[in-house]
């Protein structure tokens, strides 16, 4: 589900084994239309776990690690999506 906040997204995860059902926040960049560019994003499940990637997030060797793969890497095109409709959650 679509929230107020482009990139931010709602999922609903099933039950799984011995765990309940459970919502969880899909942080996800989305395009010029609201439409999310991968297909899936980073998924937290509380806010210990946002903490946690904050963190690495933070680390001062971070951008030269992604600048040197982004060397490495080919550059993938961007595909544009004209999916609409959704709800969007006000947050």
Request: charged residues 25%.
């Amino acid at each position: 589900m679509k929230t107020s906040v482009p990139g931010i997204f709602i999922l609903r995860m099933p039950a799984y084994r011995t765990s309940p059902p459970r919502l969880a926040v899909e942080l996800n960049p989305t395009d010029e239309s609201g439409a999310p560019t991968k297909k899936r994003g980073l998924v937290l499940r509380s806010a210990a776990e946002f903490e946690e990637y904050r963190g690495l997030f933070q680390q001062e060797r971070l951008p030269s690690l992604l600048k040197s793969v982004e060397v490495v890497n080919p550059v993938q095109p961007k595909r544009i999506s004209s999916k609409t409709g959704d709800e969007v959650l006000q947050i």
